[in-house]
Structures are given as structure tokens and as C-alpha cells.
């Protein structure tokens, strides 16, 4: 069984920033591609930033210059660093890794950004 547990969700005011993390545990043999997904009220899910084992990386374009999408293979974890957030940033935002060539979700943290 593998379990993905997210934080450093929160409260922030615009301008302002937060890391989130997100550490993979249980049986684990190969992860592949680690990405951030997050969904508003009312939206759909949708892609934040993607980091392949070899580190390439993908941004949407709402975020590109502003969050940046790390990993350590060691601790399984993936983060992202998010500056300069903006109201329209708040959501819940899931982590997702291809885990043993399965698709695995966290279970979600809630950014909210104050204007």
C-alpha cells in the first residue's frame, strides 16, 4: 500500500508565500513523475507543475516565474515553493506520483490567498 501525505497548506495575504510538501510512504519500488494538481471552487482539476525522475519540469503558465516544482528521490517527497501568490492561487491543491507505475493522490491541503 502506498500513501501520499501532504502539508504546508494555509493562510497567506497576497504577496506572500508558502512551501508545500508531499511524501510518499509504503511499498515503494520506482517513482516517476511527481506533479501538483489544484482545484477551486467550482473548477475543474487542474495541472500546477510536473517534475520528471530526471527532473524536467512543466509549468502552467498562470504560475510560470512564480512557483517552483522540486524533488528528493531519497525522501520520495516533492515540494513546491509558491512567491508571489495571488487571490486567484487559492484552492486545494493535490500532489500526484506515478508510484510503481501507478497513479497515486494525496489527499489535498488548502492554500488560501487574501487580498
Known amino acids: 500500500q502506498v500513501q501520499l501525505v501532504e502539508s504546508g497548506g494555509g493562510l497567506v495575504q497576497t504577496g506572500g508565500s508558502l512551501r508545500l510538501s508531499c511524501a510518499a510512504s509504503g511499498s515503494i519500488f520506482s517513482i516517476n513523475v511527481m506533479g501538483w494538481y489544484r482545484q477551486a471552487p467550482g473548477n475543474q482539476r487542474e495541472l500546477v507543475a510536473i517534475i520528471s525522475r530526471l527532473r524536467s519540469t512543466n509549468y502552467a503558465d498562470s504560475v510560470k516565474g512564480r512557483f517552483t516544482i522540486s524533488r528528493d528521490n531519497a525522501k520520495n517527497t516533492v515540494y513546491l515553493q509558491m512567491n508571489n501568490l495571488k487571490p486567484e492561487d487559492t484552492a486545494v491543491y493535490y500532489c500526484?506520483?506515478?508510484?510503481?507505475?501507478?497513479?497515486?493522490w494525496g489527499q489535498g491541503t488548502q492554500v488560501t490567498v487574501s487580498s
Open positions: 500526484n506520483m506515478a508510484v510503481n507505475y501507478e497513479s497515486y
